[in-house]
């Protein structure tokens, strides 16, 4: 079973518009949070991390955690075609004795139509 | 932009052959690590280094794949005989210690014919 796991698996939204993407992990020990961005052809190249309960905003992206119920969500407003890109959510365990090791989800296919 | 260098970012290779690629991490970053990026998008992580030393890897049983990170050389990955199911995007990235941001290269995309 997937430790981390994302949905949707697929989400179009027009431009402009609000996108939703969630994660949820059934491991306690992941406690760290990071959502990545890769565009075809690329790298994953990280958006932002959250590690604290709560909201994070940067720009037009906010990501919230819920410790409780290892739930994590990346909200990104006025969504542009730029933003079309696979999105992972990605964990990691408390403590650097595994170097930082992610742990990647299976990713959501973002499309932003103009 | 991400530092990290990875050549060839293609390679193709019959099955039987070896298949090396090859990782600068980002300067000054002495964590590196290798991911396997399967046609789902699934990542798989293969094996980390902190300096020269490994930290984690994955049960590498079948042998075929190694890795290392020399001092004042670029890290490597390499599968000893490729098969099929090895065709992949390989990923390498690197970041400082702790829980920091984890920077990836563009990989190398194997294809295993």
């Known amino acids: 079973q997937q430790k981390v796991q994302q949905s949707p698996e697929s989400l179009s939204v027009p431009e402009g518009g609000m996108a939703s993407l969630n994660c949820t992990s059934s491991d306690r020990n992941f406690q760290y949070f990071w959502w990545y961005r890769q565009h075809s052809g690329e790298g994953p190249k990280a958006l932002m991390?959250?590690?604290?309960?709560g909201d994070k905003k940067e720009g037009r992206f906010t990501a919230h955690l819920n410790k409780a119920s290892l739930h994590v969500s990346l909200h990104i407003r006025d969504s542009q075609p730029s933003d079309s890109a696979l999105y992972f959510c990605a964990a990691s365990e408390q403590g650097g004795s595994s170097g930082n090791k992610l742990i990647f989800g299976i990713g959501t296919l973002l499309s932003v139509k103009p | 932009n991400s530092k990290v260098i990875q050549t060839p970012r293609y390679l193709v290779k019959g099955q039987g052959q070896k298949a090396k690629m090859r990782c600068i991490p980002e300067k000054g970053h002495p964590v590196v690590f290798w991911y396997q990026q399967n046609k789902n998008n699934e990542f798989k992580f293969l094996i980390n280094f902190q300096n020269q030393e490994v930290l984690q890897q994955i049960d590498m049983t079948e042998k075929r794949f190694s890795a290392e990170c020399p001092s004042n050389s670029p890290c490597s990955l390499e599968i000893q005989s490729s098969e099929a199911g090895d065709s992949a995007l390989y990923l390498c990235?690197?970041?400082?210690?702790?829980?920091?941001?984890?920077?990836f290269g563009k990989g190398t995309r194997l294809t295993v014919v």
């Open positions: 990235a690197s970041s400082l210690q702790g829980d920091t941001e984890v920077f």
């Open positions: 991390s959250i590690f604290s309960d």
